[in-house]
């Protein structure tokens, strides 16, 4: 029987690398870089003077943009658009299905005077609302199918861009979300929420040190990792095609065990895939400047500059379309999943989190003397405070199915929420936890003397990297490492935003109580922030996340340590988050349980999609092929038999054994499935489910693996169906 496994793989090695080159395009980068944003000085071009103000004022200073505005900038808008070339515009937002949504329409607006003459326009109106079906999006019970209205609303501070296509050319707005009661139904609503509460509770403590600060900006640079196989491959995968993981797969000899993919050369058909689409996305003004091999085989990354934190995830959502579009020209796939392959790395999607003022200035940022700098200390500490006392809030915001295959793996942060501070700033915290402010605690850059023969001083960092924590503080910022590399970074902003900011304002309040009473504004400061952090430096951690040890620590310290998602996310249910939002008025009491449901439903479906595959490729891929392996070695046998081999023949006999065993283990753990599966939907309700599917249906995907993957060494290698680990991550 043709096997087209071997097919594909001979077509792959007669193509080369000739599949997809890269488009030449002999141009600076400073050239490209947003020629399809419609920018501010691109808007300045197109707006008047007074709109174009007007316009910049609220957004500045957090204001609602007026109509008036709003016709003006849609004149400009749809001018700039059609002089490029679009012939539609949309709104684009970020419903909960995690992914972004797009309903478009011509900006052509037929005439009905019976002369057959029409006109392109864009009103004010039009920029400002749109109206698609808001039934079909996850609600978590906010609307029924009946209640089909929802609405679309222009954000003002994120730029419009043009999308192109090999059809044509389209106008993207970016928006919000939500229902006819004006109930958040997106991720982009509440990010907005806590910025602005962010930047009025960071700007009041600024303003006890300069008066002058008019506002703070919560600022991320998110780091993307990633996995790309060759397309035929994947499309001989149903579990990549369907999941956007390998249910099934024995681990490649080679994996990553010398480590000579990291920082290695890139292949050639990568690079040229890489420059397309970072081409791409600098037109459409996403700053990513940095590319590299990342440790698994056929994983990579890409990092930008780091932007204000709205724009910052727009470009990411914008980059993972780019990057999936881009790849299909190359005949490649990107695998965005946290988990892809087991055995080698999975994928996470670094966000590096800091604020700063409207002067520029890092609030995270320790300068020469931290031990003497009242604000750093002020923010740090406050920061680390909202962590400890959020912490389960904060796993809950990055509990996701995939991300359950990643944390607490030997490459991810463990499930355990902590913060690693650095040797030198742990030093800092432990010298003013106990004396307050102290002077000449120089911690500016060192050089480290080499003593090598022609090469320049190593300048060394006030901290050290720590890949084991979820959220360390990495010299002038924090990298929230723990997000998923397929998962809109909004959730888990938010929620940071909101933690910080909900910390800010009590110790805001702490510090004016006592001022009132006549303590010296400083020392009022420094014996606030002293309670905070004894308080809450049990969530300090500067040793390695990764070890058991770790674990029992963590638990006397009374961390929590929630290992998959349905655990996690009752965190969303615990009274202080309802309070912490409803008190912020991010969310309201229903709008918390709608999102919790959606997270449960979601990870109900798609734990439903495995195990479904698993059933299927358990039977017409794995087992069918374990079968016509067995009927070539019973014709082996009965040759062997007839020649009287008969030792020879029981060694073949016993590896039919063998082979028979595990697919018999293979059907009675499909049942056992099945089985679990249907007690767990019997429970009626998506958390019920939830839980039984993690506790008793999700082991049995184990079990069938282990005899699946075990057939796979067994069965002849023309005989097996599916591509091989080791030509999925090393051929391309």
């Known amino acids: 029987m043709e096997n087209i496994r071997y097919n594909t793989l001979e077509k792959i090695k007669s193509n080369g690398s000739s599949n997809g080159k890269a488009t030449e395009e002999k141009k600076k980068i400073s050239e490209i870089f947003g020629k399809g944003v419609f920018s501010l000085s691109v808007m300045k071009e197109y707006i008047p003077e007074g709109p174009y103000s007007d316009l910049l004022s609220a957004i500045k200073h957090d204001k609602k943009v007026s109509y008036d505005i709003a016709e003006s900038v849609a004149k400009g808008l749809k001018r700039w658009a059609m002089d490029r070339g679009a012939t539609h515009f949309t709104h684009w937002f970020q419903p909960l299905t995690n992914l972004t949504a797009e309903k478009h329409d011509a900006f052509y607006k037929p005439s009905f005077d019976g002369m057959g003459n029409g006109i392109e326009g864009l009103s004010g109106a039009e920029l400002i609302q749109r109206e698609p079906d808001a039934s079909s999006f996850p609600s978590g019970g906010l609307r029924n199918t009946a209640e089909a209205r929802g609405y679309t609303i222009w954000d003002p501070s994120s730029p419009a861009f043009i999308l192109k296509t090999e059809a044509g050319k389209t106008l993207y707005i970016p928006s919000i979300f939500i229902s006819y009661t004006g109930e958040a139904l997106d991720h982009k609503t509440p990010l907005l929420k806590s910025s602005a509460l962010l930047d009025k509770a960071a700007t009041a403590v600024c303003n006890y040190f300069d008066s002058g600060v008019e506002y703070v900006t919560a600022t991320l640079g998110w780091e993307q990792e990633y996995f790309v196989i060759d397309a035929g491959l994947y499309k ?110 999975g994928s996470g999607k670094h966000n590096n989190w800091s604020m700063a003022t409207d002067g520029g200035k890092n609030l995270l940022s320790p300068g ?86 022609k090469i320049p001083e190593m300048t060394l960092d006030n901290t050290d990297r720590n890949r084991t924590s979820p959220f360390p503080f990495t010299g002038n910022k924090f990298e929230f490492r723990a997000v998923g590399s397929s998962a809109n970074c909004s959730p888990a902003m938010m929620v940071l935003n909101t933690i910080v900011a909900n910390q800010l304002i009590e110790f805001t309040q702490e510090v004016d109580k006592l001022i009132g ?40 310290r009374g961390l929590s340590n929630h290992k998959n998602t349905p655990k996690a996310l009752q965190a969303l249910l615990q009274d202080k988050t309802v309070k912490l939002f409803e008190k912020h008025q991010i969310f309201n009491k229903r709008e918390v349980h709608a999102r919790y449901e959606i997270c449960m439903e979601e990870y109900v479906k798609k734990l439903d999609i495995e195990a479904e595959l698993i059933k299927e490729m358990a039977t017409n891929y794995i087992n069918s092929s374990a079968y016509a392996y067995v009927n070539k070695l019973t014709s082996d046998y009965k040759g062997l038999k007839e020649m009287g081999l008969t030792q020879h023949a029981e060694s073949i006999k016993q590896t039919v054994d063998e082979i028979l065993t595990h697919v018999e283990n293979i059907k009675s753990n499909v049942k056992k499935l099945e089985t679990e599966l249907h007690k767990a939907h019997a429970k009626g309700n998506a958390t019920g489910a939830a839980f039984a599917i993690a506790e008793k249906v999700r082991p049995t995907f184990d079990d069938i693996r282990t005899s699946a993957d075990a057939l796979e060494i067994m069965v002849e290698d023309s005989a097996w169906k599916l591509p091989k680990y080791r030509e999925l991550l090393f051929i391309l």
Request: charged residues 25%; hydrophobic residues 40%; contains cysteine.
């Open 236 to 345: 001989l995968r149903p579990d990549l095609m369907l999941t956007g993981r390998t249910l099934f797969g024995n681990k490649s000899p080679k994996g990553q065990q010398l480590e000579d993919q990291y920082f290695g050369s890139i292949p050639e058909r990568v690079q040229n895939f890489m420059m397309d689409f970072e081409r791409e996305s600098l037109k459409l003004g996403i700053p990513v400047l940095t590319r590299h091999n990342e440790v698994a085989p056929n994983q990579f990354e890409c990092a930008p500059m780091f932007e204000e934190l709205n724009v910052a995830i727009d470009h990411n959502l914008l980059l993972m379309d780019v990057m999936n579009r881009v790849a299909r020209k190359h005949g490649l796939r990107v695998l965005l999943h946290e988990k892809p392959f087991a055995g080698v790395n």
């Open 368 to 453: 020469n003397d931290p031990g003497n700098n009242l604000q750093f200390l002020t923010f740090f500490i406050n920061i680390v405070k909202g962590i400890h006392t959020y912490e389960e809030l904060i796993r809950a915001s990055i509990a996701t199915p995939g991300n359950d295959h990643r944390l607490g793996a030997n490459e991810a942060p463990p499930a355990i929420i902590s913060v690693f501070t650095g040797l030198q700033i742990a030093d800092v915290l432990k010298e003013f936890k106990k004396s307050g402010l102290v002077k000449n605690k120089n911690a500016a850059k060192k050089g480290l003397g080499l003593n090598i023969p």
């Open 517 to 556: 009473k006549k303590v010296n504004k400083e020392k009022a400061m420094v014996g606030v922030l002293q309670k905070y952090l004894k308080e809450s430096e049990n969530i300090i951690y500067n040793g390695n996340g990764y070890t058991a040890e770790w674990e029992k620590e963590a638990k006397k």
